[in-house]
């Protein structure tokens, strides 16, 4: 049971233009949302999050949109550059048994061609 | 300040033999988690650990275990190797167990079961 679906594997943009990741859920009760990025053989790195009270969160060039109806949200990178290239990776968490757990996407595998 | 460390950083073993891998936490962070990711997929929780005491249990056999000392490193045990074990290792850190912020991740232990 997927509860954190990162439907498209892979995404090329040219440098300068918008990168949109999205992300796909299934568990209403999650709390917040994350986006990390991962270089290879390295661990991932922390992006961006946004409680489930919000619908956007900015912080420079990257600003995380949150639809709670649709049960999606959506990473915003503007604008694109090569060393933005990485596989991205969105989570959620839910507070459950006495701690919040983190359940991760698959990965979206972003190119940012010069 | 040092961010999360784990060790070793690639191991190979053999079907049937059990691992060890280590972590330390960032200074202050009393909580460790533990990941596994498979190629092509994203991190799957195994273990939280706070204050020495487990807190949460992810979908694993129990072959796998995990314990956390007196300052606050963690090691994950996995006895009975399997081939599907095979996987990158990852470690994370939080202050504390209860807040679903961001989790703090060190570069990971590949390992590699023949």
């Known amino acids: 049971d997927q509860q954190v679906k990162q439907n498209s594997p892979s995404l090329s943009v040219q440098e300068g233009r918008i990168s949109i990741l999205n992300c796909d859920y299934t568990n209403s009760m999650f709390d917040y949302f994350l986006w990390y990025k991962k270089y290879p053989a390295e661990g991932p790195t922390f992006l961006i999050s946004i409680s489930s009270i919000k619908d956007k969160n900015e912080d420079g060039r990257f600003t995380v949109f949150l639809n709670k109806s649709a049960k999606h949200l959506s990473l915003h990178i503007v604008p694109s550059q090569p060393g933005d290239s990485a596989v991205y990776f969105c989570?959620?968490?839910?507070?459950?048994?006495?701690?919040?757990?983190?359940?991760f996407g698959t990965g979206t595998r972003l190119k940012v061609l010069a | 300040d040092a961010g999360v460390t784990q060790s070793p950083t690639h191991l190979i073993k053999t079907r049937g033999q059990q691992v060890t891998l280590r972590c330390s936490p960032i200074?202050?962070?009393?909580?460790v988690s533990w990941y596994q990711q498979v190629l092509g997929q994203g991190p799957q929780f195994i273990f939280q650990?706070?204050?020495?005491?487990?807190?949460g249990r992810g979908n694993f056999p129990d072959r796998f275990s995990a314990r956390q000392f007196p300052n606050y490193s963690s090691e994950l045990n996995v006895n009975a190797l399997l081939l599907g074990d095979s996987a990158l290792y990852l470690c994370a850190s939080t202050p504390w167990a209860g807040s679903g912020g961001e989790l703090f991740f060190g570069e990971g232990s590949r390992l590699t079961v023949l």
């Open positions: 200074s202050g962070h009393k909580s």
């Open positions: 650990y706070y204050e020495k005491e487990e807190r």
């Open positions: 989570a959620a968490t839910a507070y459950t048994s006495g701690t919040y757990k983190y359940i």
